[in-house]
């Protein structure tokens, strides 16, 4: 075996090392990034709400909701009430919410599920 010329050792441990700092930095910093149904998610009193499940429903989310939507969403783990009030509401913009809700639902529950 060969060893490396030591500028070389040195370059590849900086970047090792630089890689590792980067990789701990995004870990530490994901909780902070998290979005707000995976936040109201985490904070539920759902025995089945683990990190990965609401990481999960997060993604789903920011695919299919708008920013605006998950932000009214993510209310109802908090009150589920106000999900019913929004489903039987006969706005307009209430029964598109709706619509969206049970389609982002039902997603989530084969991607995630």
């Given at each position: ?14 970047a090792?090392l630089?890689a590792?700092v980067?990789s701990?930095q995004?870990?530490?910093v994901q909780?902070a ?9 985490r904070n ?5 709400a683990s990190p990965a499940?609401?990481?999960c429903?997060?993604?789903v ?9 998950r932000?009214?969403v ?5 009150d589920?009430?106000?999900a019913?009030v929004v489903?039987?509401s006969s706005?307009h913009?209430?029964?598109?919410l709706w619509?969206?809700?049970?389609l ?10």
């Amino acid at each position: 075996m060969t060893l490396l010329p030591t500028s070389l050792r040195s370059a590849g441990l900086c970047a090792l090392l630089t890689a590792q700092v980067i990789s701990a930095q995004m870990i530490l910093v994901q909780p902070a990034q998290a979005g707000v149904i995976e936040r109201a998610c985490r904070n539920s009193d759902r025995s089945a709400a683990s990190p990965a499940l609401c990481r999960c429903i997060q993604k789903v989310a920011n695919v299919q909701l708008t920013s605006s939507e998950r932000k009214t969403v993510s209310k109802w783990f908090g009150d589920p009430h106000q999900a019913q009030v929004v489903r039987q509401s006969s706005n307009h913009r209430d029964e598109q919410l709706w619509e969206r809700y049970k389609l982002f639902g039902d997603t989530a529950a084969k991607t995630c599920g």
